[in-house]
């Protein structure tokens, strides 16, 4: 399998997430979360060689090497783009046959399956990229040996990487896609599971509700339809933590979710 190597800018945290603010949990908190969970599922993912935090803040170079990741700093450009040009370089320098990917730092659900489908396509093209879920900003752009990234972050920058040439990836890859810049992003992320450190800030500590679809009563496992049309699974452990007996197919129900997004408790809501 081609090793790629991964990198992940992330924003100095006083500046970081602007339009988080009114969150559940202060904003800088949330940007470092979002950095090391979307680093985190990364350094899980099989078809990622070496993934690198490209960062001027200590803060967040410190956090990240405790995970193990690599850091390197922005250099002198002072913007993303110039960031990860002089991320590319030095990467380059050492290693002039690399695979290089760049992947937007702002991804608290990402699993490493999702990356790993969208780097799979990414082998099929010189240049690609995978926009976010509105459509209009870039997730992930990568770049095979013989060409250059040549990012084009910024606002409108999937039709910036359309227009330069690099191919637009179309796999679902839902938390690939799931950046978070406002409030209601987060929501989003929240219902495909949240990473470890996002979780941990208990910004979802809202619970969630909805109808049981299905129960089977040999196995005592089933599923349930949230609010929003989402079906959630519940395994017997789950079930078996909940005190119930049985559940009645449309009965109303209060779900517990673990950091990862699966059920882990089921209540009335009256409980
Ligand atoms: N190293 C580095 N990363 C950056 C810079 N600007 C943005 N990023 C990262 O690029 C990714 C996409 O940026 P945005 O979604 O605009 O995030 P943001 O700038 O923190 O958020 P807003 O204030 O809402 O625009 C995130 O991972 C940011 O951390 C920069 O100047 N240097
Ligand atoms: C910098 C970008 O992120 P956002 O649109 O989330 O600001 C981008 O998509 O290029």
Redesign the pocket.
């Not at 992940?8 to 924003?11: A, E, T």
């Not at 500046?15 to 988080?20: E, I, P, V, W, Y």
């Given at each position: 399998m081609t090793a790629w190597t991964v990198l992940?800018?992330?924003?100095g945290l006083a500046?970081?997430?602007?339009?988080?603010r009114g969150a559940r949990a202060p904003r800088e908190r949330l940007?470092l979360a979002f950095?090391l969970d979307t680093t985190r599922a990364a350094a899980r993912c099989r078809a990622a060689g070496r993934v690198i935090v490209?960062?001027?803040d200590a803060a967040v170079r410190e956090a990240v090497a405790a995970t193990g990741a690599e850091t390197i700093g922005?250099g002198p450009g002072?913007?993303?783009n110039a960031?990860l040009r002089h991320a590319s370089a030095a990467v380059r320098a050492g290693d002039p046959r690399a695979h290089l990917a760049a992947l937007?730092?702002?991804l608290p659900a990402l699993r490493p399956a999702d990356l790993a489908g969208a780097l799979a396509e990414a082998l099929r093209h010189p240049r690609a990229f995978v926009p976010d879920a509105p459509g209009t900003?870039t997730v992930l752009l990568t770049a095979l040996p013989d060409a250059g990234l040549a990012p084009g972050?910024g606002p409108g920058s999937a039709a910036a990487h359309r227009a330069s040439g690099a191919a637009e990836l179309r796999g679902a890859w839902p938390s690939l896609r799931r950046?978070v810049?406002t409030p209601a992003d987060l929501a989003e992320a929240g219902r495909l599971g949240l990473g470890p450190h996002t979780a941990a800030l208990g910004v979802m500590s809202q619970d969630m509700q909805g109808t049981v679809a299905t129960f089977d009563d040999q196995t005592r496992s089933g599923t349930v339809l949230l609010d929003d049309g989402t079906e959630l699974a519940y395994d017997t452990a789950a079930f078996d933590a909940s005190d119930l007996r049985l559940l009645r197919l449309g009965q109303r129900v209060r779900l517990e979710t673990g950091a990862d997004g699966t059920v882990t408790g089921l209540a009335l809501p009256t409980m």
């Open positions: 992940i800018p992330v924003k500046a970081a997430k602007s339009r988080l940007a950095a490209v960062s001027n922005e002072g913007d993303l960031a937007t730092a702002d900003g972050f950046d810049d």
